[in-house]
């Protein structure tokens, strides 16, 4: 498949409400589509660097830097037969996963449109519908956060996961738990305790909480390993996995029972399937993280979700839970029983309402032979 043409878009989304984690209150969202055109089909991607470097040190402009400087140039013109090629014409390039993963998937999505099958059956996907839930950010009391929670719930979200802080931890934890007994329930620190918060993380151990999401250091696997050893709650890690390597490192010393795959973070769907396949062999469950997505980017999300070892519902919520009006047709929507549709036309399965993309992009540049 011969490369014709690539177009980036700085986007910039307004979120339907604040949403405030360890990390700040954020209240947009911007990101960068990869548009791929070639030999007549195109592919859509999204990188998901944001406007700060604070989950992670790519930011839109150095996503945008290394997509326009090095990743763009490795692959334009060039006649690909595989995603693997492109990798390997870009592997000199290290780090930078948002940038590379950005690129992957609009590749993934002419790939997958060329061949004329869905994203999900070319990535390996066996279901038709996966479980998902919801990310609550940090309230301003407990009060607020039951009444986000009992909305989210009427929707059908299977599962509610709610961010952490120090002063914003156990009775957020503690009041929903006496509000709703059986409630599969989650936190995420965003890597915002140490190794001394210890005694918080005993206390949480008696909430029957599904995980405890990257308590410590974003880079962290050595803490991690003894804190997990002191809790019989599973750790989960998601901004310390960068590629399948640190996964085999944090599975060897218990540094974590279960594994939040987000392919931005690790460079694409490529590296999040071997993570997949490991974690699955040595039975480690895994769900899907989000970045706040577009619908370009939840549709990738959703095809890779929908692979086997993906056991736990995923951070991919319906459109409508991030913007007033999505970038694609038709809208991701939750159904009554807490599940998704995974999309079965070709690629990403949905269309790019271009519209709506024009209205929130920001800059644009095109890149031709
Ligand atoms: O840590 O999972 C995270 C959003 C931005 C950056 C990091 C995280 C998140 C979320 C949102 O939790 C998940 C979603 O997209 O619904
Ligand atoms: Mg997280």
């Known amino acids: 498949m011969k490369i014709d043409r690539i177009e980036l ?25 990869v548009r791929v055109d070639a030999e007549g089909v195109t592919g859509w991607g999204e990188s998901v660097a944001e ?18 400087d090095f990743l763009i140039p490795s692959v334009l013109g060039k006649d690909l037969q595989s995603v693997d090629e492109a990798i390997k014409g870009y592997s000199i390039v290290r780090g930078h996963m948002m940038a590379k993963a950005g690129l992957e998937a609009a590749l993934w999505d002419a790939f997958a449109k060329s061949r004329n099958v869905s994203l999900s059956n070319l990535l390996g996907g066996t279901r038709k519908k996966i479980d998902v839930g919801v990310s609550i950010g940090i309230q301003d009391s407990e009060a607020t956060l039951i009444k986000k929670v009992e909305g989210y719930l009427a929707e059908g979200y299977k599962r509610i996961k709610i961010k952490i802080a120090p002063g914003h931890d156990l009775r957020y934890v503690d009041s929903l738990r006496k509000e709703f007994p ?13 190794i001394s918060d210890l005694d918080i993380f005993r206390k949480m151990d008696d909430y029957a909480l599904l995980l405890i999401e990257q308590p410590l250091g974003y880079d962290d696997i050595f803490f991690h390993s003894k804190m997990q050893k002191e809790l019989k709650t599973p750790i989960c890690l998601d901004e310390s996995i960068h590629s399948l390597d640190d996964t085999m490192a944090a599975i060897e ?15 694409g769907f490529t590296e999040s399937k071997l993570i997949h396949d490991y974690c699955a062999s040595f039975n480690i469950p895994v769900w899907h993280g989000g970045m706040l997505e ?76």
């Not at 986007?11 to 954020?26: A, N, Q």
């Not at 010393?253 to 594994?259: A, K, P, T």
């Open 294 to 369: 577009s619908g370009i980017g939840r549709a990738g999300n959703v095809a890779l979700a929908s692979l086997p070892n993906f056991t736990l519902p995923g951070d991919i919520s319906a459109s409508k839970r991030y913007y007033t009006e999505d970038i694609v047709e038709p809208e991701f929507v939750v159904n009554p029983d807490g599940t998704m549709d995974v999309p079965v036309k070709p690629g990403i399965g949905v269309e790019v309402n271009m519209r709506m993309l024009e209205k929130v992009t920001v800059r644009s540049e095109s890149f031709s032979i």
């Open 51 to 68: 406007g700060t470097p604070y989950y992670s040190y790519e930011t839109v402009p150095t996503a945008w830097h290394i997509l326009k």
């Open 9 to 33: 878009r700085h986007i910039k989304m307004i979120l339907v409400s604040p949403f405030t984690t360890s990390m700040g209150t954020e209240y947009d969202e911007e990101h960068i589509i």
């Open 182 to 194: 059986g409630l599969i329930l989650q936190v995420d620190a965003n890597s915002a305790y140490s």
């Open 253 to 267: 010393l218990d540094s974590c029972r279960i594994i939040n795959i987000k392919p931005g973070r690790v460079g």
